[in-house]
Antibody
Framework: QLQLQESGPGLVKPSETLSLTCTVSGGSISSSSYYWGWIRQPPGKGLEWIGSIYYSGSTYYNPSLKSRVTISVDTSKNQFSLKLSSVTAADTAVYYC???????????WGQGTLVTVSS | DIQLTQSPSFLSASVGDRVTITCRASQGISSYLAWYQQKPGKAPKLLIYAASTLQSGVPSRFSGSGSGTEFTLTISSLQPEDFATYYCQQLNSYPRITFGPGTKVDIK
């Protein structure tokens, strides 16, 4: 059974960079059939896609966040990571890592991790 | 960009009720639509894809229909574990992932 687990600081100061890692177990991140993405959900609000990466390193970002987002993959560790720079309180959210198909069907999710932006 | 809207945004229902949620797309998307269920504090769970195909393990009381610009998710007999927020998602916006705003189903 595929499992995804987010890890990283739960508190980030304004203007700093949010960094999260997703560790994939029970399957290979190098599968040619899937993409690996980050999706966030501010408290009490809906789901927002941040971006995705293919195992080859090709990346796709939400245009509204593109200038601040970097997603990378480490196939040797079966991990992919998110960096979001210049954070503000508006970036406070539960951050999910997820697997999706080329058709964007999200079939596996991590449990989510709450990141709070506050001084 | 194609926008998704859901109605209602909130509904109150009782156990055993038949519940219908609508998702509308600003342009036709054929049958490229999925539905997810999210319970408080949990990640979303895939229920239906290709507008009407039930994901493995999802109870048969859930069904989806529609094509083009109007889609529905129906729960034939609401169970206590079905109280949650439901999101639609379009599946032809590669490489973007786009969700609807959600419909919260609460206990009457």
């Amino acid at each position: 059974q595929l499992q995804l687990q987010e890890s990283g600081p739960g508190l980030v100061k304004p203007s700093e960079t949010l960094s999260l890692t997703c560790t994939v177990s029970g399957g290979s991140i190098s599968s040619s059939s899937y993409y690996w993405g980050w999706i966030r959900q501010p408290p009490g609000k809906g789901l927002e896609w941040i971006g995705s990466i293919y195992y080859s390193g090709s990346t796709y970002y939400n245009p509204s966040l593109k200038s601040r987002v970097t997603i990378s993959v480490d196939t040797s560790k079966n991990q992919f990571s998110l960096k979001l720079s210049s954070v503000t309180a508006a970036d406070t959210a539960v951050y999910y890592c997820a697997r999706h198909s080329r058709q964007q069907l999200v079939d596996y999710w991590g449990q989510g991790t709450l990141v709070t932006v506050s001084s | 960009d194609i926008q998704l809207t859901q109605s209602p945004s909130f509904l109150s229902a009782s156990v055993g009720d038949r519940v219908t949620i609508t998702c509308r797309a600003s342009q036709g998307i054929s049958s490229y639509l999925a539905w997810y269920q999210q319970k408080p504090g949990k990640a979303p769970k895939l229920l239906i894809y290709a507008a009407s195909t039930l994901q493995s393990g999802v109870p048969s009381r859930f069904s989806g229909s529609g094509s083009g610009t109007e889609f529905t998710l129906t729960i034939s007999s609401l169970q206590p574990e079905d109280f949650a927020t439901y999101y639609c998602q379009q599946l032809n916006s590669y490489p973007r992932i786009t969700f609807g705003p959600g419909t919260k189903v609460d206990i009457k």
